[in-house]
């Protein structure tokens, strides 16, 4: 499981680039100015997610505690949530979507505090 989450983080991050790289390049022109922050904001939050989740997936291969896996899902699925609908939001989608951002958001912060829990408990 440890690989998985390594290797899921590693794929948010190429994800979190394409998706800058599209919204500076092919959505510049055909957003708002808030809309194309919020796209930003999205691709940024899923890099945050996916470089924490590839650090714990490392951290869990060397060492093997549920504490790293519980912190890896909660990071990958929070970012998937925070900027999924953070980006839906900017291209278009209902902003009652904006309800379960914060659940993503919430993930994340559980994720990456489970995270250094299990780290001190070393």
Request: aromatic share 12%.
């Amino acid at each position: 499981m440890a690989s998985v989450i390594l290797a899921f983080g590693a794929l948010w991050c190429a994800v979190a680039v394409a998706a800058g790289a599209f919204g500076a390049h092919a959505l510049a022109d055909r957003l708002d100015a808030r809309s194309l922050e919020l796209w930003e904001t999205a691709a940024r939050y899923l890099m945050f997610g996916g470089l924490g989740a590839a650090l714990v997936g490392i951290a869990a291969v060397q060492w093997p505690r549920d504490g790293f896996l519980y912190a890896g899902l909660g990071l990958l699925v929070g970012g998937l949530v925070f900027s999924g609908t953070v980006g839906a939001i900017a291209l278009g989608a209902p902003r009652w979507l904006g309800a379960v951002t914060p659940l993503g958001g919430l993930l994340m912060i559980a994720g990456f505090l489970l995270f250094a829990w299990t780290a001190l408990r070393l």
